[in-house]
């Protein structure tokens, strides 16, 4: 499903601020894969997501998704397949804008416009039918302006709007850590029951080990640019937070980063 080859980027290129922040990754991807990454501050993950997103071009390498060579496509090109929720729950949605009204802009996303009319009886009843799944009761509220809605329902409401059209590609950018724990474990909660219902093809990224071992099917740990460990099956199952930051330990030694791995504690 996704492909990366020899994947890299720098930023500030031959100047005194050069900084290598994804350095020859390769990853491929199996449909239906959720994969959860993990990695101090500075590691590169976020920068692998824009890259996969087409935010970023890079020096070298591929992005090849669902076989498609994508790595020349821009950003508002590749959103027609790919899926995206920020940290920030304010990212996602137009506050000034009703449910609904920010759910056409989402269902009309990577298709053609036209003079119709934005909201009509037939997207109301898909709309009340996806919100139905948070279990929030949004989908009585669809002439609510979003901005009245709290950070988690925001958040929730922007998974629902990334995942309308059935992307390709569902990318989470530790999009429960602006959260308190409570919400946090409701969104990852709709977040599981939304991949799943749906079969997405998921990367999250995450400072919280512990939610990195609760969620998906595999695991990948960076470090300054570079995958440095890489599990999956009964191994990636019977791992602890303990052998996780055990195993950075050995690789990489570093007590401060150890500790920026762990500090994070809102709920799996």
């Known amino acids: 499903m996704i492909r990366l080859k020899n994947l890299t980027k720098i930023f500030n290129k031959g100047s005194v ?3 290598l922040a994804v350095n020859r990754v390769s990853i491929d ?7 959860t990454v993990i990695g101090s501050n500075g590691a590169g993950k976020s920068t692998l997501l824009n890259l996969i997103a087409g935010v970023y071009p890079p020096e ?3 992005v090849i998704i669902d076989g498609r060579n994508v790595t020349s496509l821009k950003e508002h090109q590749r959103a027609k397949f790919i899926g995206r929720v920020f940290q920030d729950p304010m990212m996602g949605t137009s506050g000034s804008m009703t449910i609904e009204e920010n759910f056409s802009i989402a269902l009309a996303r990577g298709r053609r416009r036209t003079l119709a009319f934005g909201v009509n009886q037939k997207s109301r009843e898909i ?12 989908e009585d509220r ?9 950070g988690g329902q925001r958040q929730s409401l922007t998974l629902l709007m990334a995942t309308l059209n059935s992307p390709k590609v569902l990318l989470l950018d530790e999009h429960t850590a602006a959260l308190d724990p409570k919400t946090a474990k409701l969104v990852m909660d709709i977040t599981r029951r939304i991949i799943e219902t749906y079969n997405l093809t998921t990367v999250m990224i995450t400072h919280n080990m512990q939610q ?11 470090h300054q640019g570079r995958v440095i460990f890489d599990v999956k099956g009964p191994e990636r199952d019977r791992m602890t937070v303990e052998d996780l930051l055990d195993h950075f330990g050995k690789l990489r030694g570093s007590l401060a980063d150890k500790t920026l791995l762990s500090i994070k504690t809102e709920a799996p």
């Open 142 to 150: 669809l002439s609510d302006k979003v901005g009245l809605l709290s």
């Open 29 to 35: 991807v199996k449909r239906g894969d959720f994969i």
């Open 212 to 222: 990195a071992l609760a969620n998906g099917n595999r695991l990948i740990m960076m």
């Open 60 to 62: 070298i390498g591929k």
């Open 127 to 138: 709309f009340r039918g996806r919100l139905s799944l948070l279990g929030l009761g949004l």
């Open 17 to 19: 601020n050069e900084n």
